[in-house]
């Protein structure tokens, strides 16, 4: 039996407008049925939630998260059986969903089986939409493959480790990259996932790199396009993004290394830019050269976002924690340092609504149909309460265990304080 929940006496913050009202929020069968700032009656057993005092807002989404390899170290990665590795992801998949996440867009991995799980309910976890194997041509920034493994032509010769786990795939030339983007959407995924440039963490490659041909990139997009969904890009310098453009790339991952030109272009063509705040203190990699991208990543921060706001371009946020469990924790942590260029209304609206648009670019392979990312009649019920006004302290999201009180998701609830009680209400 779907479970009925009343929400009462909240400010109601609805994902896209400054404006909150106090009000009352009626959810059943896991979608908002009425929100009314008069006193809400309903003739079913129903869990009464006393939000007085509390913030009622869109439950949180981060559109560059990594459920899989978040959770393990690039030695799990190249090693570990896949059974523990998947065992951790599971793990964590929880504690994600209690720190408030309703919803994370899966940049890259094996998520396929464990979003499965968590949407048949044999594990708890937030929504996930994945893009399957990473997609990347050979020393690209996707290329996990020790420096002994010789490289072949696609499909020849057997599959490497990386690409029997489902976290990453190496494609040369268009008939590849076509073949594992098919793959991917064959598997259940949402959107198809390239690298077309450099990264911090590989191996092989510089960040300044431009990486797979126009074609290559046009390839997967039509691949995506013919089933309804889109393709994101890895990707921080100019030439590599104005080429991932030109290729008919939607949604631009990190960028932080672009220059004027090229930010004026993703504004022209309505492209998405989906940005992490990152800082020094992030993340320490273990060689001089990997420490030395991240730097020039971090310095690029501010260029950034100061350039998208200038030219309006459609902005997503997300953390892109990689490779080290212990960090996971500090996800919302992400969500105060937006702070240097954004005013709280814009960050809410950002890590909800906003997120929520580009998520639903997936069309026809969007795995949750319907509206997320906002509080109003029909939308889904993925909800979270505040102990504080987020208005007016962003910060409060950053300590999910203390600040929130309250996590839904499709209309179940997973988190409750000591607000709650059953009543028949009539």
Known sequence: MEQTTLITNALIFDGMNEKIVKGNVLIKDGIIQKISELPITTD?????????????????????????????????????????????????????????????????????????????????????????????????????RAVYDEPRPFDCCGLTHTEEIGAAIIADGVDAVTVAARNNLRLGASQIKLMTGGGVASLYDRLEDTQYFEEEIHAAVQVAEDAGTYVMVHVYVPRAIARAIHAGVKSIEHGHLIDEPTMQLIAEKDVWLSMQPFTLEDNTFPTKEQQAKHEMVVHGTDNTYRLAKKYKVKLAWGTDLLFNPANTKNQNRDIGKLQAWFSNFEILKMITHDNAELLALSGNRNPYPGKLGVIEEGARADIILVNGNALEDVTLLEDPEKNLSLIMKGGKIYKSGDTSKTNSIH
């Not at 989404?61 to 992801?89: E, G």
Request: charged content about 20%; aromatic content about 8%; some cysteine.
């Open 44 to 144: 079913e057993a129903s869990t009464v939630i006393d939000g007085t005092g509390k913030f009622l807002m869109p439950g949180l989404i981060d559109a560059h998260w990594h459920s899989y390899m978040s959770c393990n170290t690039m030695m799990d990665l190249l090693t570990a059986d896949a059974a523990y590795t998947q065992f951790k992801a599971g793990l964590e998949a929880e504690r994600t969903l209690l720190r408030g996440f309703t919803t994370i867009r899966d940049a890259g991995g094996p998520s396929f089986g464990l979003k499965r799980a968590i949407d048949e309910g044999l594990l708890t976890g937030p929504r996930i939409y994945p893009s399957g194997a990473i997609i990347s041509q050979t020393g690209g920034h996707g290329d996990f």
